[in-house]
């Protein structure tokens, strides 16, 4: 797994060392005791102690023996324990250990993929609408908040152009791409304006530039087509522009984010200083940007951990992002945030079928088979 980035700042030397560490598998007994604190205390949100474990659970081994092992898990730093008469809950890296180690997938039922399946198919065929349908859906299956963006503009190829005539001097520009409607703009031109000129000229567009990727599309490239119509220079130009606007190659998709009050709901929120800052993460949108970028780099889910993620801030939530493909090449991504006591296993499997559905969708195949 790729190992996460965190800045200099918030990477200590113990943490390094705790690094360094979980490089060496824990024994079977460990391995067990911390197994079951993270599947507890995610179910319960309580404090695990040894009676719960030993009482709840067959381990196969005497109370002070778990408390010694607590103890010992405790020191080794998979553990935390909030107060000294209380149980213990799982550190960064007990989560880190059990996702990573331990965990299970968790396979989908039949018709819950089916559902993604008609909910993410059940939106329009305009891009952003796509992927702002699949953070509602994901944010509503998980009861997380959800974000995702939509695919760079600079990975997209022409599809079709429409020139609408609106008056001697105004005229629409309609852009669409292979994955749905790119752009749109009303433009006002000095020179006057032929509606049926306007129609010959897109369709000589589309004729010579259908399958072009939009990067490679420039004002002298329009030019030369428009010879055989002519259109005025500053249209031309505007198309130009609008083209450029969507070729640059570090254009950002646009980012979508819901479920904002889910977070309401999970108790690590109730504190309202911890609530504003994640509200104002997602307002500000650049740390959830810089989530979803790193996950393009990567192949499958990536999971961040508490001081895995980019600030303090969000050191009590835990980021499953997956990366989406249009083509052979990642193009854009989804997330669900929420807290380090996630289900991870399901959340997993959620949101690989989600991408997995974008990915049928944005090549045209949207009744093929998801991953289970």
């Not at 092992?69 to 799982?90: I, K, M």
């Not at 570090?250 to 200083?273: P, V, Y």
Request: charged fraction near 25%; aromatic fraction near 4%; hydrophobic fraction near 40%.
């Amino acid at each position: 797994m790729e190992k996460p980035h965190e800045t200099d700042e918030r990477v200590s030397q113990t943490d390094k060392a705790f690094e360094q560490a979980a490089e060496q598998p824990l024994d079977r007994r460990k391995t067990a005791i911390l197994g079951t604190v993270v599947y507890e205390y995610i179910a319960t949100g309580e404090p695990v102690g040894s009676a719960t474990l030993t009482q709840k659970y067959n381990l196969g081994i005497s109370p002070a023996t778990v408390r010694a092992e607590l103890a010992s898990l405790d020191e080794e730093g998979y553990l935390d324990q909030p107060h000294t008469s209380a149980g213990r809950v799982p550190s960064d890296r007990g989560y880190r250990y059990y996702v990573d180690r331990l965990m299970l997938p968790e396979t989908l039922t039949a018709q819950e993929r089916e559902r993604i399946r008609l909910e993410v198919n059940s939106a329009s065929h305009q891009l952003d609408s796509i992927v702002d349908h699949a953070s509602h859906v994901l944010s509503s299956l998980t009861r997380n908040i959800a974000f995702a963006i939509a695919p760079r503009l600079s990975t997209q190829v022409f599809r079709h152009i429409e020139l609408i005539w609106l008056d001697d001097h105004a005229a629409h520009i309609v852009l669409v791409s292979n994955l749905g409607l790119a752009a749109q703009k009303t433009v006002n031109v000095q020179a006057d304006l032929d509606a049926e000129a306007l129609v010959h000229a897109a369709n000589n567009f589309n004729q010579h530039l259908q399958g072009t990727a939009l990067r490679d599309i420039d004002l002298e490239a329009l030019q030369r087509l428009a010879c055989q119509t002519p259109l005025p220079a500053d249209l031309l130009r505007h198309i130009a522009s609008i083209l450029a606007e969507h070729s640059e190659a570090g254009i950002e998709g646009r980012l979508f984010s819901e479920g904002a009050h889910n977070l309401l709901d999970q108790q690590e929120f109730r504190d309202l200083r911890k609530l504003r800052a994640i509200l104002d993460l997602l307002e500000e949108e650049q740390t959830l940007y810089q989530l979803l970028h790193r996950s393009l780099l990567a192949e499958g889910a990536k999971v961040s951990i508490g001081r895995e993620l980019p600030t303090a801030d969000m050191s009590e939530c835990s980021v499953v992002t997956v990366p989406y493909k249009v083509g052979d090449s990642n193009a854009g991504a989804v997330g669900i945030l929420g807290p380090r006591r996630m289900q991870y296993a399901r959340l997993i499997a959620l949101i690989n079928c989600m991408a997995d559905n974008l990915n049928a969708l944005f090549h045209g195949d949207a009744s093929s088979t998801p991953r289970e």
